[in-house]
């Protein structure tokens, strides 16, 4: 059912959470834009003016990883700024309530972990831009020794301890999806009874799994989106809204 305007739209969304015990949340780019985060993949964003550099072309190219580097710097201010909008701080109204487990996100930008979320609780489908990580042994660095290492050499640093690269800790294009966070996600969608699916065109593997897989296990399934999205058939609600507008009302509760 597509919610035929906002207001009763939030109404039965509220019902649906007030009836609810175990509320598995899924987000994407769109809960974060009103953050003046970019949608990487959406028309004018960051990706269809710069061609996302590919996992193996980052290891293979001292040259592919030190504009991957150029770039990761100079989004920093515009991350750096980032604090978490009205979906974010709905979200984790609802997880300090104990309505929600955990929760899965396709974003990289650690604004759920900044709204309360606890780390452990927060699995990250596509990784994380905050920190950067090796490659070969899995140390965590700071971004900040990576651009003094970076500005000292002229050259992407590589990891101190086992000499592999160091990247973002985020899933690259050609890069393994990390299988932790994945059978993790699998298992919370098989026992969740109310599925979020918020700002996300649910078109990408696996995003697009998981609302069909809680929906065969006997969940609701709600989608908010600005944007028709290919499951919205599935929904048992369809919110064509404003995130920030849709869940406001639930900040704080
Ligand atoms: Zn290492």
């Given at each position: 059912m597509i919610a035929s305007d906002l207001r009763s739209g939030v109404e039965r969304l509220g019902d649906m959470i007030a009836e609810a015990s175990t509320i598995l949340p899924f987000t994407g780019a769109g809960i974060s834009t009103e953050t003046g985060i970019p949608d990487f993949r959406s028309p004018g964003g960051l990706w269809t003016r710069n061609r996302p550099i590919p996992f193996d072309e980052f290891i293979a190219s001292?040259?592919?990883?030190?504009?991957?580097?150029?770039?990761?710097?100079?989004?920093?201010?515009?991350?750096?700024?980032?604090?978490?909008?009205?979906?974010?701080?709905?979200?984790a109204s609802l997880y300090r309530a104990g309505k929600i487990p955990?929760?899965?996100?396709?974003n990289i930008d650690n604004l759920h972990q900044a709204?309360?979320?606890?780390?452990?609780?927060?699995?990250?489908?596509?990784?994380?831009?905050?920190?950067?990580r090796c490659i070969g042994c899995g140390r965590d660095y700071d971004l900040a020794w990576v651009r003094r290492s970076f500005e000292a050499a002229g050259e992407a640093p590589d990891?101190?301890?086992?000499d592999e690269p160091v990247k973002t800790a985020t899933v690259s294009f050609g890069q393994a999806m990390p299988e932790d966070?994945?059978?993790?996600?699998?298992?919370?969608?098989?026992?969740c009874d109310l599925f979020l699916a918020i700002g996300s065109s649910l078109v990408v593997w696996p995003a697009a799994g998981f609302p069909q897989l809680?929906?065969?296990?006997?969940?609701?399934?709600?989608?908010i989106n600005n944007e028709p999205?290919?499951?919205?058939?599935?929904?048992?609600?369809?919110?064509?809204?404003?995130?920030?507008?849709?869940?406001?009302?639930?900040?704080?509760?």
């Open positions: 001292p040259e592919a990883r030190a504009e991957s580097w150029r770039r990761r710097f100079a989004m920093e201010p515009t991350f750096a700024a980032a604090k978490p909008g009205r979906g974010h701080r709905a979200l955990a929760i899965i996100t396709q709204s309360g979320f606890a780390p452990e609780h927060v699995i990250e489908l596509h990784g994380n831009t905050t920190y950067a990891c101190t301890d086992c966070a994945m059978r993790r996600a699998t298992e919370l969608a098989q026992h809680a929906r065969n296990c006997g969940a609701r399934l709600v989608i999205t290919d499951q919205d058939d599935l929904a048992d609600l369809v919110i064509r809204h404003d995130i920030g507008e849709t869940l406001g009302p639930f900040v704080g509760n």
